[in-house]
T-cell receptor, first 109, second 114 residues
Framework: AQRVTQPEKLLSVFKGAPVELKCNYS??????LFWYVQYSRQRLQLLLR??SRESIKGFTADLNKGETSFHLKKPFAQEEDSAMYYC???????????FGTGTRLTVIP | EADIYQTPRYLVIGTGKKITLECSQT?????MYWYQQDPGMELHLIHY???????EKGDLSSESTVSRIRTEHFPLTLESARPSHTSQYLC?????????????FGQGTRLTVV
């Protein structure tokens, strides 16, 4: 069965420090991985997807099939990065997105 | 402006009442979804729809029902609300054309049954 694990419920870093939000998944096929973000009082929205291999707001995430991980990284955290981050997995072409429990990131000024 | 709307944002209601949570999207998407999220827990898919007159149950069993009479409208109904239904309900839509599977979410409805 598909499963997404985000081991950290809370993560605090200082402004300017590197940040890494961990995500591990279990899925026997070829998954499509996403990171969604929810800023305070805003709706859940897509941050980035692994197939795009893009950097959004300075964030990147690399799919590591050997370690079944899709960690989200940013070299220098900013205060506006404080938010709730969800890792999600989808089977290619399927209807569902399987979400992790989320990690609340706080960037300390 | 293309968007997805949920009403109400917050609802406090007594046990046994019938409630309908509204979800509408002006994005022209065929696929729509309802997720349920308890505090600190994963989002769980409870219903989805491929299009008009199509509804399917998701991975998490739910006593709620949905309908899809119009493309843009995907309401969720609880015939008799109970305290165990207290949760956040998120509606989403997507357009899988071109292989994309990005979901667009509404603001959510936080339901409290007392």
């Amino acid at each position: 069965a598909q499963r997404v694990t985000q081991p950290e419920k809370l993560l605090s870093v200082f402004k300017g420090a590197p940040v890494e939000l961990k995500c591990n998944y279990s899925y026997s096929g070829s998954p499509e991985l996403f990171w969604y973000v929810q800023y305070s009082r805003q709706r859940l929205q897509l941050l980035l997807r692994h197939i795009s291999r893009e950097s959004i707001k300075g964030f990147t995430a690399d799919l590591n099939k050997g370690e079944t991980s899709f960690h989200l990284k940013k070299p220098f955290a900013q205060e506006e990065d404080s938010a709730m981050y969800y890792c999600a997995l989808s089977q290619t072409g399927a209807n569902n997105l399987f979400f992790g429990t989320g990690t609340r990131l706080t960037v300390i000024p | 402006e293309a968007d997805i709307y949920q009403t109400p944002r917050y609802l406090v209601i007594g046990t046994g009442k019938k409630i309908t949570l509204e979800c509408s999207q002006t994005m022209g998407h065929d696929k729509m979804y309802w997720y349920q999220q308890d505090p600190g827990m994963e989002l769980h898919l409870i219903h989805y729809s491929y299009g008009v007159n199509s509804t399917e149950k998701g991975d998490l069993s739910s006593e709620s029902t949905v309908s899809r009479i119009r493309t843009e409208h995907f309401p969720l109904t609880l015939e008799s609300a109970r305290p165990s239904h207290t949760s956040q309900y998120l509606c989403a839509s997507s357009d899988p054309a071109g292989g994309r599977n990005e979901a667009f979410f509404g603001q959510g409805t936080r339901l409290t049954v007392v």
